[in-house]
């Protein structure tokens, strides 16, 4: 790995990106597992702790920020706690927002369910989910579509972090689709499966398993996800790049009818994989706004990726740990 590289991650910042999508609020809560239950033959758990991140779509934002970029919010929350518990932290991480209430909706909460075993990090024994998947209204569709058609022309970027959590819709994204290239804005979206509605974007990035699906084949050598990439890049009419994430094999990138892969970093402990994937789109996004071609913002999504996956739960890194990593690497 060069030092090229370490000298690209200031091209990240000064950046001011839109992150649409499904906002969430991520809440761990922690217990020291102390017995077996006389109930069920599941843990009991002696309450320690328990703490909120902001998730979901909240979370490229949050890397957008640690990049040394600007994050502006859009999404929706409930009328409920939990809506102004996750403006809270959007406000302390100073990401600007663009959240609008639905009284309708309640806000997605994941709650995690940790147990404290003496590892290094707990383990999670159990998740339950507050969400609805109903798509949005018309009414908070044209809020949101209002609120965007004032930000765009001062934005280099907008990401699309989809969570099949009612937002992005496909008369939603249209608009965005044209809005964006109106203004000459980057659009790049993480499509988490969901191809055809994204299809036209500047950018888009999905996991090996999505891609094999929407191929309907298997993918397996490295020229096999080139291929794989190539193919949905021509027929999804991506306009920049196609992006292929395979976890521990590293990435795939396609764009112009050339494709390629870059390698993922190694990783000695890898203790959590949640939130990988938006550190990936966020820094991509970033990147590719600030000039870098497809594979240098994909080499440096990994080193970011690469970070996340030693922490537990979402984790933003800085450049610095960026910059550390990639100089431990030569």
Known sequence: MSTYLAECIPQLAGKKTLVIGDVMLDEYITGTATRMSREAPVPVLEFESRRYIAGGAANPAANIVALGSQAIQVGVVGADEAGQRLRNILGVRGIDSGVFTCAGRPTTVKTRILAQMGLRFPQQVARIDTLTRAPIDAETEAKIGAFVYGQVNTVD??????????????????????????????????????????????????????????????????????????????????????????????????????????????????????GAGDTAIATITLGLAGGLSARDAVRLANIASGIVVQQLGNYAPRPEQMRQSIMAAL
């Open 157 to 274: 970027a907008a990401l699309l972090s989809h969570y099949h959590g009612g937002l992005l819709t496909a008369s939603l994204v249209g608009s965005l689709r044209k809005l964006c290239a109106a203004n000459d804005v980057l659009l790049t979206a993480d499509v988490q499966g969901d191809f055809e509605i994204f299809a036209g974007l500047d950018v888009i990035k999905c996991n090996a398993d999505d891609a094999r699906r929407a191929l309907n084949r298997d993918l397996a050598s490295d020229a096999d996800f080139e291929r794989g990439a190539l193919d949905l890049h021509k027929q999804l009419g991506i306009r920049r790049a196609t992006i292929i994430t395979r976890g521990g094999q590293g990435a795939t990138w396609a764009e112009a009818g050339v494709a390629g892969k870059c390698p993922a970093p190694r990783i000695r402990d890898v203790y959590d994989t949640v």
